[in-house]
């Protein structure tokens, strides 16, 4: 099977950098993604890593390690519209992406 | 479409009726997913399809819940005589294949209480 372990909560003040882990199992790996959900909301991608190292699409990035089993998302120069649950999810030996239990980010002035 | 919609928005029923939630897909996506959210927690997985067929039927909850795809578009998620533990946010999302790296779409998603 397949599972994943995020933080369930992480605060932090507006401008500050902010770090957001995940750690997996799994059988198979084709790869890690993030996806960003507001309350009321639909979960939207934000991006994907599929080989080791750090993807960066403006003030997010998202870095990933397959021999530590392990990935995060690094969000910098924090607005308080950041404010959100994040996931991230696995794609595995199957089809189907698993997300994980999600982790809020609380976002202070 | 320009993205995945889904109706109704909100649905409140009655314990023990039946429900039905439809999901438009993503233009030409083939692959397509139904999810699971309960109020402030993770997406549970219930059901894959590959164009009309449903290879991965294992996160179906129990023999209530139903979900068909016709004309490798729409979809329809059936939940019979409903629960109070039904009720979340059932998400539908798409994607242009299944497998490994294909980004998801979701939609709004349809909001389910059962009094």
């Known amino acids: 099977g397949q599972s994943l372990e995020q933080p369930s909560e992480v605060t932090a003040v507006e401008g500050a950098i902010v770090q957001i882990n995940c750690t997996y199992q799994t059988s198979g790996f084709y790869g890690l993604s993030w996806y960003q959900q507001h309350d009321g909301g639909a979960p939207t991608f934000l991006s994907y890593n599929a080989l080791d190292g750090l993807e960066e699409t403006g003030r997010f990035s998202s870095f990933l390690s397959r021999s530590d089993s392990y990935g995060y998302l690094l969000l910098q120069e924090l607005q308080m519209k950041d404010s959100a649950s994040y996931f991230c999810?696995?794609?595995?030996?199957?089809?189907?992406?698993?997300f994980g239990r999600g982790t809020s980010l609380i976002v202070h002035p | 479409g320009a993205g995945v919609s889904q109706s109704p928005s909100n649905k409140v029923t009655e314990k023990g009726k039946d429900v039905e939630l439809r999901c438009d897909p993503i233009s030409g996506h083939t692959a397509l997913y139904w999810y699971r959210q309960r109020l402030g927690q993770g997406l549970e997985f219930l059901i894959y399809f590959q164009g009309n067929s449903a290879p991965d039927k294992s996160g179906l909850p129990s023999d209530r819940f139903s979900a068909e795809r016709t004309g490798e578009s729409v979809s329809t998620l059936t939940i019979q005589r409903t629960q109070q533990e039904d009720s979340a946010v059932y998400l539908c999302?798409?994607?242009?294949?299944?497998?490994?790296?294909?980004?998801?779409?979701f939609g709004e998603g349809s909001w389910l209480t059962v009094v």
């Open positions: 999302a798409s994607s242009l294949e299944g497998g490994g790296g294909n980004t998801i779409y």
């Open positions: 999810a696995l794609s595995g030996g199957s089809y189907i992406p698993t």
